[in-house]
C-alpha cells in the first residue's frame, strides 16, 4: 500500500492513517502485531471499526515491547509499562524509572514508543520518501513540538509537517464540510479538551481551506476522568493511596474498563483482589452515578466554559455564535453520553459524533497530501527584558494571540542597546506564553495520577499553572547580534524588526546604525505555535 502517512499520538491511543492514492481518500490502518479494533455505533447505527494502537510501552530486560504486544506479555501491570506518555511529556513531568538497571525518563519512554510505532509502519507502508503528519495538541507548547521533531529524526523522517488536532478533525470530517460554513470541533481525548470554531473556504483553484476563527482549551481527558474514578474508588473502600499502590496497576486497568463500560452500558463493577492477603476491594458504579462524579468534579462546567472561550476567542475576529452549521465531537471521551447531552443541550441536533475516533488522523492524512487550510498564532510571545525601575524583569508582547500569519510588514520594532561596554554579542530572550486554566475541577489541591519510580500509581499534587504557562524558546542561542566594533553600554544601537512568515516563523530585521549595514533581514528565529 502506498501512500501519505499520518500519526496522531494519543494520551490513551494512537492511530495511523494513509492518503491512498488510488482511492483518492485517506483511510486508518492496523499496524501488525501491536494494533487493536474499537468498535462504535455511529449516528445511523452503523457499526463502525477503527484500528489503533494502545499508547503503552514496556521494558523486559533489553527487550521492548508496545501497544497490543504489552497485553500478549502480560505486562500490563509491570512496573517498567510506561502509559499516558503524551499528556506527561505535554506538561514538562519528568518521573524516571529502573528500567534494567539504566533510569528511562517519560520522554524517553514516549520517544521508544513513537519511534517504533513508525518502524513498524513503515515496514508495512511503502512510504519513500513521502513526507508524514504528525497531530499537535492546539494548547501544546514549543517543547512539545521540540519532542516530536526530535523523534522524526531520531527515525530516519527527513520529510514531516505539524498539524494543529482541532484543523485535522475538521479536515477528517471534511465530506460534511460546506465551503462558507462555520463549524465547531470538539475534540475530547485521552489528555486534553480542544475546542476550535473553523470555517471552510474554497480557494482560486477550486481546493479547500480550514481558516480557524477562535480556540479553547482544558488539561482535562479521559485520564482526568480515570484519576475521579481511582480516587473515588479508593474512598469507596476506606483506602489510602498507600494502601493499595502495590496493585494499582491493576487497580488501574479495571477502572479504565469500567468508564469504557460506562460509556455504552448502564453499569460496571470495579473488583480487585490483593494477591498477597486475598482481600477483595469492589465498588458498583450506575451510570447516573458515573454521571453525578463527572458533576462533582466540574466537568460539564469545564465543558461549557471552554466552549465559550472559543466562542469568545472567534468573537473577537468577527464571527457571530448563532452561525455554526454543525458541531463536530471528536475523541473517545466525547462518546460518554452525558458529555454529547452536555453540547446538544447548546447546539441541538447540529451535533454530529459519526467520526469520533478516526477524524483528527484522516484528517492529518488528508493535510500532508495536500488538502490546505488557514490558523493563527495560539500562543503570545514576548521578549523579556529587565526593568531597572523595579528591579525585575517583565515582558515585552511580540505577537499577540489570534495573529494572522504571514504578517504584512513588521510588527513590532525595539532597540537592542549594550548592557555593559565592550560588549561583542547581544541578543534577545523569546517566550512562550500560553493561557492555562483549569476553569472549575473541583475544590481543594489539584492532583495528578502519577506513576513513580516503581511503576505504581499515586496522586502528585499540580504546580500552579503559572509555574508552566512562560517557556524560554531560544534558551540555547539567546545572542545572535554580533557588535563589530564592540558595542558601548546604553548605546541605541541595534533597531529590530520582527515579522511571522508563511511558515509560522517569528523573524527578525537588524540594523546596525553605526555601519549602517543590515545585518539580518527577515531571518526566522523561532518557531511558533
Given at each position: 500500500m502506498?501512500g501519505r502517512?499520518?500519526v496522531?499520538?494519543?494520551?490513551?491511543?494512537?492511530?495511523?492513517?494513509?492518503?491512498?492514492?488510488a482511492l483518492?481518500?485517506a483511510?486508518?490502518?492496523?499496524v501488525p502485531?501491536?494494533?487493536?479494533?474499537?468498535?462504535?455505533e455511529?449516528?445511523?447505527?452503523?457499526?463502525?471499526?477503527?484500528p489503533?494502537?494502545?499508547s503503552l510501552?514496556?521494558?523486559?530486560?533489553t527487550?521492548?515491547w508496545?501497544?497490543?504486544?504489552v497485553?500478549?506479555?502480560?505486562?500490563?501491570?509491570?512496573g517498567?509499562t510506561?502509559?499516558w506518555?503524551k499528556?506527561?511529556?505535554?506538561?514538562r513531568?519528568?518521573i524516571?524509572?529502573k528500567?534494567d538497571?539504566?533510569?528511562?525518563?517519560?520522554?524517553e519512554?514516549?520517544s521508544d514508543f513513537?519511534?517504533?510505532?513508525?518502524?513498524?509502519?513503515?515496514e508495512?507502508?511503502?512510504?519513500?520518501d513521502e513526507?508524514?503528519?504528525?497531530?499537535?495538541?492546539?494548547e501544546?507548547?514549543e517543547?512539545y513540538?521540540?519532542?516530536l521533531?526530535g523523534?522524526?529524526?531520531?527515525?530516519?523522517i527527513?520529510?514531516?509537517?505539524?498539524?494543529?488536532e482541532?484543523s485535522?478533525?475538521?479536515?477528517?470530517?471534511?465530506?460534511?464540510?460546506k465551503?462558507g460554513?462555520?463549524?465547531m470541533?470538539?475534540?475530547?481525548g485521552?489528555?486534553?479538551?480542544?475546542?476550535?470554531?473553523?470555517?471552510?473556504?474554497?480557494?482560486?483553484?477550486g481546493?479547500?481551506?480550514c481558516?480557524?476563527l477562535?480556540?479553547?482549551g482544558?488539561?482535562?481527558g479521559?485520564?482526568?476522568?480515570d484519576?475521579?474514578?481511582?480516587?473515588?474508588f479508593?474512598?469507596?473502600?476506606?483506602?489510602a493511596?498507600?494502601?493499595?499502590?502495590?496493585?494499582?496497576?491493576?487497580?488501574?486497568?479495571?477502572v479504565?474498563r469500567?468508564?469504557?463500560?460506562?460509556?455504552?452500558s448502564d453499569?460496571a463493577?470495579?473488583v480487585?483482589?490483593?494477591p498477597?492477603?486475598?482481600?477483595?476491594?469492589?465498588a458498583?458504579?450506575?451510570r447516573?452515578?458515573?454521571?453525578d462524579?463527572l458533576?462533582?468534579n466540574g466537568?460539564?462546567?469545564?465543558v461549557h466554559?471552554?466552549?465559550n472561550?472559543a466562542?469568545s476567542?472567534?468573537g473577537?475576529?468577527?464571527?457571530?455564535?448563532?452561525?455554526?452549521?454543525?458541531v463536530?465531537l471528536?475523541?473517545g471521551?466525547s462518546?460518554i453520553?452525558s458529555?454529547?447531552r452536555?453540547?446538544r443541550?447548546?447546539f441541538?441536533?447540529?451535533?454530529?459524533?459519526?467520526r469520533?475516533?478516526?477524524?483528527?488522523?484522516?484528517?492529518a492524512?488528508?493535510f500532508v497530501?495536500?488538502?490546505d487550510?488557514?490558523?493563527h498564532?495560539?500562543?503570545?510571545y514576548?521578549?523579556r527584558?529587565?526593568?531597572r525601575?523595579?528591579?525585575?524583569?517583565?515582558y515585552?508582547r511580540?505577537?499577540?494571540?489570534?495573529?494572522?500569519?504571514?504578517?504584512?510588514g513588521?510588527?513590532?520594532?525595539?532597540m537592542?542597546s549594550?548592557s555593559?561596554d565592550?560588549?561583542?554579542f547581544l541578543?534577545?530572550?523569546?517566550y512562550e506564553i500560553g493561557?492555562?486554566?483549569?476553569?472549575?475541577?473541583?475544590?481543594?489541591?489539584?492532583?495528578?495520577l502519577?506513576f513513580?519510580?516503581?511503576?505504581a500509581a499515586r496522586?502528585?499534587?499540580?504546580q500552579?499553572p503559572?509555574v508552566?504557562?512562560?517557556?524560554w524558546?531560544?534558551?540555547?542561542?539567546?545572542?545572535?547580534?554580533?557588535?563589530?566594533p564592540?558595542a558601548?553600554?546604553g548605546?541605541k544601537?541595534?533597531p529590530?524588526?520582527?515579522?511571522?512568515?508563511g511558515?509560522?516563523?517569528l523573524?527578525v530585521?537588524?540594523r546596525?546604525k553605526?555601519?549602517g549595514?543590515?545585518?539580518?533581514?527577515?531571518?526566522?528565529l523561532?518557531k511558533?505555535?
Amino acid at each position: 500500500m502506498a501512500g501519505r502517512l499520518a500519526v496522531d499520538f494519543g494520551t490513551s491511543n494512537t492511530r495511523v492513517a494513509v492518503w491512498d492514492e488510488a482511492l483518492d481518500e485517506a483511510g486508518t490502518v492496523a499496524v501488525p502485531d501491536v494494533s487493536v479494533t474499537a468498535r462504535y455505533e455511529d449516528s445511523e447505527r452503523r457499526t463502525i471499526e477503527v484500528p489503533y494502537v494502545p499508547s503503552l510501552v514496556a521494558y523486559e530486560g533489553t527487550r521492548m515491547w508496545i501497544g497490543k504486544q504489552v497485553a500478549d506479555k502480560g505486562l500490563l501491570e509491570s512496573g517498567t509499562t510506561f502509559r499516558w506518555m503524551k499528556r506527561y511529556i505535554s506538561n514538562r513531568l519528568e518521573i524516571p524509572r529502573k528500567v534494567d538497571g539504566r533510569a528511562v525518563k517519560i520522554s524517553e519512554a514516549g520517544s521508544d514508543f513513537l519511534t517504533r510505532v513508525l518502524v513498524y509502519a513503515a515496514e508495512f507502508i511503502d512510504l519513500g520518501d513521502e513526507e508524514v503528519a504528525f497531530t499537535v495538541p492546539v494548547e501544546a507548547f514549543e517543547h512539545y513540538q521540540d519532542w516530536l521533531i526530535g523523534v522524526c529524526e531520531a527515525a530516519g523522517i527527513p520529510r514531516y509537517r505539524l498539524i494543529d488536532e482541532a484543523s485535522a478533525a475538521a479536515l477528517g470530517y471534511g465530506v460534511k464540510l460546506k465551503a462558507g460554513d462555520t463549524y465547531m470541533v470538539f475534540d475530547f481525548g485521552g489528555g486534553t479538551l480542544d475546542v476550535s470554531i473553523v470555517r471552510m473556504e474554497s480557494t482560486s483553484v477550486g481546493g479547500r481551506r480550514c481558516t480557524v476563527l477562535g480556540k479553547g482549551g482544558a488539561e482535562i481527558g479521559g485520564a482526568t476522568i480515570d484519576k475521579w474514578l481511582y480516587r473515588d474508588f479508593l474512598e469507596k473502600n476506606g483506602k489510602a493511596p498507600e494502601d493499595i499502590r502495590h496493585v494499582s496497576g491493576l487497580l488501574l486497568l479495571e477502572v479504565e474498563r469500567a468508564k469504557e463500560t460506562l460509556t455504552a452500558s448502564d453499569r460496571a463493577d470495579i473488583v480487585v483482589a490483593d494477591p498477597d492477603t486475598g482481600e477483595v476491594f469492589s465498588a458498583h458504579y450506575s451510570r447516573s452515578a458515573f454521571e453525578d462524579l463527572l458533576e462533582e468534579n466540574g466537568l460539564f462546567e469545564t465543558v461549557h466554559a471552554v466552549m465559550n472561550r472559543a466562542l469568545s476567542d472567534a468573537g473577537e475576529r468577527g464571527y457571530e455564535g448563532d452561525r455554526i452549521a454543525e458541531v463536530l465531537l471528536v475523541g473517545g471521551s466525547s462518546l460518554i453520553p452525558s458529555v454529547r447531552r452536555a453540547v446538544r443541550q447548546v447546539f441541538g441536533r447540529r451535533v454530529s459524533s459519526h467520526r469520533p475516533l478516526d477524524a483528527v488522523v484522516l484528517g492529518a492524512a488528508a493535510f500532508v497530501h495536500g488538502v490546505d487550510f488557514y490558523d493563527h498564532v495560539q500562543h503570545e510571545y514576548a521578549l523579556r527584558y529587565y526593568d531597572r525601575e523595579t528591579g525585575e524583569h517583565d515582558y515585552l508582547r511580540i505577537v499577540p494571540s489570534g495573529t494572522p500569519y504571514p504578517t504584512d510588514g513588521p510588527i513590532l520594532d525595539v532597540m537592542v542597546s549594550a548592557s555593559y561596554d565592550d560588549q561583542e554579542f547581544l541578543g534577545l530572550d523569546i517566550y512562550e506564553i500560553g493561557r492555562k486554566e483549569c476553569f472549575s475541577c473541583g475544590e481543594g489541591p489539584q492532583l495528578d495520577l502519577v506513576f513513580d519510580p516503581s511503576g505504581a500509581a499515586r496522586f502528585q499534587e499540580r504546580q500552579e499553572p503559572e509555574v508552566m504557562s512562560r517557556f524560554w524558546m531560544n534558551e540555547k542561542c539567546p545572542t545572535f547580534i554580533e557588535a563589530r566594533p564592540k558595542a558601548r553600554r546604553g548605546d541605541k544601537r541595534f533597531p529590530v524588526q520582527f515579522s511571522v512568515d508563511g511558515n509560522k516563523r517569528l523573524c527578525v530585521t537588524v540594523r546596525d546604525k553605526r555601519s549602517g549595514k543590515v545585518l539580518f533581514d527577515r531571518h526566522p528565529l523561532v518557531k511558533l505555535t
